[in-house]
């Protein structure tokens, strides 16, 4: 996105047809290892240029998936948002109600894959932050539902954000968690294992030419530093709140790693402590698959893990929702409308609250409060 003084450009929206795989996945000698000292975040760094056509996708439906199943160029790459225009937030941000007794109200956001511009205003938006991007909810209650970084420009100012208002929540007696997405398992097996072959099923695959191919930032890479990769890696794959279970992927793979939230989480932090490359890509291909909540029998995978986890409603990020409504464009037709999010998606016999905007897209960065009407 693009904020200029006075009037904007013109917006258009953007379809299928303006995906593209950044240039440098192409380079003969591929990025590999950071390379500077760590710096600040400051304005944006420029976006990388984007070259190959990409086909329009959406990933695959639920039991078509081939046993060895590797994230390619099909998942929802990165697009050019340099001709979109940035929503302006009020200078009266709403003020988060403040509860004297018990935890304060509960929030989660969905994707936010490097927009921190677009995550402040919508943080901003709901008054959680104040508009020196400070705290300023209290006691309320904050969760990320995962996918910190690649795709947009500034995933390492991202993670700092949420890392310090993690603190700054706490110590105002309410918290900011979050949580594990597949491009936080893709960043750490590109920051520790590179172009180390792993056993995909599928052919000879490589965490850094993965993490290329699905919007990784040069520039996040270079500012990535040891407390960023302890953070990722502790985080948890699954929580409930207030009696919905957050997670990032709407898949059941989940129930491949535990039967609680806690043997849940277990198992996925004592996967990466043992840093083996294969292990680490298993997991990896199992939180991409997408969709099992969607079309016939997507709510009984829902009651599956409703059932063993516990809660009454599932909330998730990971598939965009104009992917989810079949809403997202056509690749032939250049007057194909573009996504339009309002906001959360409830489907799934209502069980499902999806939450990923689209914000990669020229979508939207949801920020929401729960429990959310159907």
Request: aromatic residues 6%; hydrophobic residues 35%; glycine residues 12%.
């Amino acid at each position: 996105m693009t904020q200029g003084a006075g009037q904007g450009p013109e917006v258009r929206t953007p379809t299928v047809r303006d995906f593209r795989v950044p240039a440098y996945v192409h380079e003969a000698d591929p990025y590999t290892q950071p390379s500077g000292p760590y710096t600040q975040p400051g304005p944006h760094p420029q976006q990388p240029p984007h070259a190959q056509q990409m086909p329009p996708g959406e990933g695959t439906r639920p039991g078509e998936d081939p046993e060895g199943y590797t994230p390619t160029q099909r998942d929802l790459p990165v697009i050019n948002r340099g001709d979109t225009l940035q929503m302006p937030i009020s200078p009266e941000a709403a003020t988060v109600p403040q509860s004297t007794e018990g935890p304060g109200p509960l929030y989660v956001v969905g994707d936010v894959h490097g927009y921190l511009d677009e995550l402040v205003a919508a943080l901003r938006e709901k008054g959680l932050i104040d508009i020196d991007g400070r705290w300023s909810a209290g006691t309320a209650r904050l969760w990320f539902l995962g996918d910190f970084t690649d795709r947009g420009p500034d995933g390492i100012g991202v993670i700092d954000l949420v890392m310090r208002l993690s603190a700054e929540a706490a110590a105002a007696g309410g918290y900011c968690k979050a949580l594990m997405g597949n491009h936080e398992l893709l960043l750490l097996g590109a920051k520790r294992f590179g172009d180390t072959p792993v056993n995909s099923g599928a052919g000879t695959a490589t965490f850094q030419a993965a993490w290329l191919l699905n919007g990784g930032q040069k520039t996040d890479m270079e500012r990535l530093e040891d407390h960023h990769l302890q953070w990722m890696a502790r985080l948890d794959a699954m929580e409930l709140a207030d009696g919905h279970l957050l997670v990032h992927s709407d898949t059941t793979a989940y129930l491949d790693y535990g039967d609680s939230i806690e043997a849940v989480n277990d198992t996925v932090r004592e996967a990466l402590t043992r840093n083996d490359a294969d292990e680490c890509w298993d997991l990896f291909r199992k939180f991409t698959k997408r969709f099992a909540f969607r079309d016939d029998g997507g709510a009984q995978a829902v009651r599956e893990l409703l059932d063993m986890y516990g809660g009454s409603r599932i909330v998730h990020g990971h598939s965009p929702i104009p992917y989810l409504l079949g809403e997202a464009g056509s690749e032939d037709d250049d007057d194909a409308a573009g996504p339009v999010v309002e906001g959360p998606h409830v489907y799934a016999d209502g069980l499902a609250i999806a939450m990923d905007g689209g914000v990669t897209m020229a979508g939207k960065l949801l920020v929401q409060q729960l429990p959310l009407d159907s």
